[in-house]
Each structure stands twice: as structure tokens, then as C-alpha cells.
């Protein structure tokens, strides 16, 4: 891409605000049918844990995902990765004389689990009419997880894999960088651990994590798909089966940001710097998350609106990642300079945060910027997997029975008065993560 297509691309991030003013008009209602809502969703108690499920009848295809409050902010301090590890066992645990994958797997399935801030996700998909006994699959490896020595070798290895390419991943890295330097707890770790903390990991510290950790009050469960109004009594057994006693405490405590823009430096073999801003952001459950909704799709777009396709993050110029897993939150926006030039996207990006802060947008901008918001939220959405965990993660945090809507009720009360007070408490301070090519030593006769 030339010099010139990145800076007409940076300008118009900047065009945005080209009618910015002062003006105390209001923002024009959504055209009748524009406002973009989901299906309202059901909610009941399951025994001792809770189901949110988006009903579609017709679906051949159903997903549910189950959280364990067993994330990054209840691990230990000397205990990096335990909580990837302790997964990755109950993934390969035998459940019916089988690893637990390949049960899934030979009955039409899938399984694969996540960390993140607050939680571990195990999702579960397949034909709508299998989904109740995958869960009880689950459920039994769940009850009983193989701890012994070979299975954690197996784990520790396969995880050592999924580490090497994270550690390759310059967004990756620079949002580790970011997250490692914001939060004052356990939310800041890797969430893979490392290839030296997990070798410092064995059958004891893993089953003293799972005591502590794996719950039947720790458990809560979204699902999407015609299954939803089958799945009460598999997760009701997945449930009971654990332990019983009192969730553990989590640690929500994040540094606060310095007015001098700290830099964190970490070099990769990459052809082209990596630029990664981190700002604090607010959490679902606060009135300033709309807001942030869409000043966070104001840059993730704005220099990607040539594209005739949905762009994945390694993809973007530049992007925006809403941290929204952990609590406090956070919002990182990123530079791949292998497609924009670092320097000037940054100082677009800056220029932007500062303008957003200094006056308030104007009725018209307002309305297109939530209409681009609305768009990345849809495609925040599109697949049963990403669908179950905003409804599992939002209602978690407090937005209630009918989350997804919620989230974007507030998205849509956005006033101009709004933005500005957001980006003027949010956008002004931040970390800055840069990850840089490796200096190559000259080859010979150079």
C-alpha cells in the first residue's frame, strides 16, 4: 500500500470529526426498523447455577457455553497458566473409555475451552439434538478430571504449542504487554502461562486449583439454538456433581495510568512494527459502556472502510480490542504497521482521542458513528460460540436477563455530551506497547 493511500486512510479518521461543534441538538431517532435488536432471551435456575438461552426453533445447530469461575483473577500468584493447564486435563480426561474430545468428536461435536479474566468457558457445539448428551459428557469429566502425571505431560506439551504461536503473534504480545502492565493482580497474566511456569506445574497444584475453583455455585451457562429448552436437566447433573462449598474471591484491581505514556518494548521476528495503545475502559455494567461502544468502533473502522470484506484484527491497519473480560476493563487500540504507517496512524489516533474530549460530535456524526457501531457489534455476534459468550459474559456483569440489548440500548441512548465526557475520562492516558522487528546481524560480505 503506498504513503499516500495510508495517509488519505489516516485523514479520514479524522474526517469523522470534521462537524464537530458545540451544538446542544439532540441525535435524530433510529429510522423505524433500523434498530438492531436480538432475540430476548430466556433465563432460569438450573439447581444451584443458572441458564441464559437464545431460543431458535429452527436451528440444526445449537451451542451452550459453561463458565467456571476459575479464570486468571482467581489464580494464584506463583501459579501462571494453572488455570489453561487444569483445562487442558479435563479436556483429555477418558469419559466413557474415550478422551473427552474425542467423545464429542465421535458424536457430532466439538469442545474447546478459553481463559480469560473472570472465567473459564468450556463451549460446547453440535446437531441441537445432541447438545444435552454433550453436556453430560462434559459434565463427567468435569466430576472426575485426570490429574495423573501422563495426562499433565500431554497437557503441558499441548499447551507449550499453543504458546509458541501466541508468542509469534505481535497483537498477541502487544496486548499481553498491555494487560501484564495494567493489571495489579492475576487478570494480567498469560492466560497460556509460559513454558517455565507450566513445568513448575504438577498433579498436586493442579488438584489443589480444582478444589478451590471448580464449584457448583461457580457455574453459570449461556446457550443458543433450538436445544436451549432441552439443556436444563444435563447442566442441573453437570452441576451437582461438582464439590459443593463458597466460589472463591477473585482480584479486580488494575494500576492507574500515567499522564507520561509509558513504553513497553519487545522485539519479534516480524517484518514491521507493532504499535498497541491500552486505555482503561469501563465495564459492561457501567452507563459509560455504550459510550465506549462506539468510540471503540470509531477506531477499529474508520481506517478500514475500503475493505469490501469483514477484516480479521491481524488483517486491520488499524483495530480496536475491548478487553471486557476482565474487571476493570480495558480497550487496546493496535497499529500493524506491515499495512499502515505506525507513525502517522498514531498520531491520527491521538489526535482523534484528544478532539473527541476537547468538543462534542455533532447529531449527524453521532448517528453514522453508531450505525458503524451497530455493524461491528453484528459481526461481534455472527456465530453460536461468539453469540453464547456475550450473553453468558454481559449477564455475568450485570446487564441483566436480556444482556446483548441491553449492551446495545445503552449504545444507542449515546448522546454527544456522552462521548466527550468518555473520552475525555478514558482516552487520555495510556500504556504503549511496542513490538518491534529483530535486528538481523549482517549476513557474509555485507
Known sequence: MSAGLRRAKALGLAAVLAGAASSAAAAPAPAPGRTLRFPTPSAVEVGPTRLIGEADPGALLSGVAIF?????????????????????????????????????????????????????????????????????????????????AATVAAARAGLGGKIDQADADPLAV???????????????????????????????????????????????????????PQLAAALRTLAAALPDGPVAAGSERANALSAQAPRIVAHRDIAAPWVVLGFAAPSPDSPDFGPMLVLESLVADAFNRNSATTLGDIEKGVGAVYLYDAKPAGLVVYVNGTITDPSLALREVLVVSRSLAAKPVTAAALSRLKSSARGQFLADADTLSSRAYLLGAFSAQGLGDDPINAALAGLERTTPADLQRVAKRYLQRYIVALVLPRERAPGPGR
Open 68 to 148: 467456571i469461575a476459575a479464570g486468571l483473577d482467581r489464580v494464584p500468584a506463583a501459579r501462571s497458566g494453572i488455570a489453561s493447564l487444569t483445562a487442558e486435563c479435563i479436556i483429555r480426561t477418558p469419559v466413557d473409555g474415550v478422551p473427552l474430545r474425542e467423545a464429542v468428536t465421535g458424536r457430532g461435536g466439538s469442545v474447546n475451552y478459553t481463559v480469560d479474566g473472570r472465567s473459564v468457558r468450556y463451549f460446547l457445539e453440535g446437531r441441537s439434538a445432541e447438545l444435552p448428551a454433550l453436556v453430560t459428557l462434559l459434565g463427567k469429566a468435569l466430576a472426575a478430571p485426570d490429574f495423573s
Open 174 to 228: 502487544g496486548i499481553q504487554m498491555f494487560r501484564q502492565a495494567y493489571y495489579a493482580a492475576s487478570a494480567g497474566m498469560p492466560a497460556l502461562g509460559t513454558a517455565a511456569g507450566l513445568v513448575q506445574l504438577g498433579p498436586p497444584e493442579l488438584g489443589a486449583f480444582y478444589a478451590a475453583t471448580y464449584k457448583r455455585r461457580a457455574v453459570t451457562a449461556s446457550a443458543v439454538g433450538s436445544a436451549v
